[in-house]
């Protein structure tokens, strides 16, 4: 099986699409030691989404 971080940060970084439902139920079912790493993910993707944002034309 692989990793539900891996395939967030690969979907949310990489492709710029957001999780599924199912895929969001695999991070809330993650045990409490993977906290830290969601949480540092969900502020690589807040970032991400800011800077791409702060860039674009007007």
Known sequence: MT???EIAR???LGEGMG???EQ???CLRLPDVSLGEL???AHE????????SSSAPT
């Open 3 to 5: 990793d539900i971080l």
């Open 19 to 21: 999780l599924d439902r």
């Open 10 to 12: 690969a979907q949310a």
């Open 45 to 52: 993707v807040r970032w991400a989404a800011s800077t791409r």
């Open 24 to 26: 969001a139920l695999r």
């Open 39 to 41: 949480l540092a993910l």
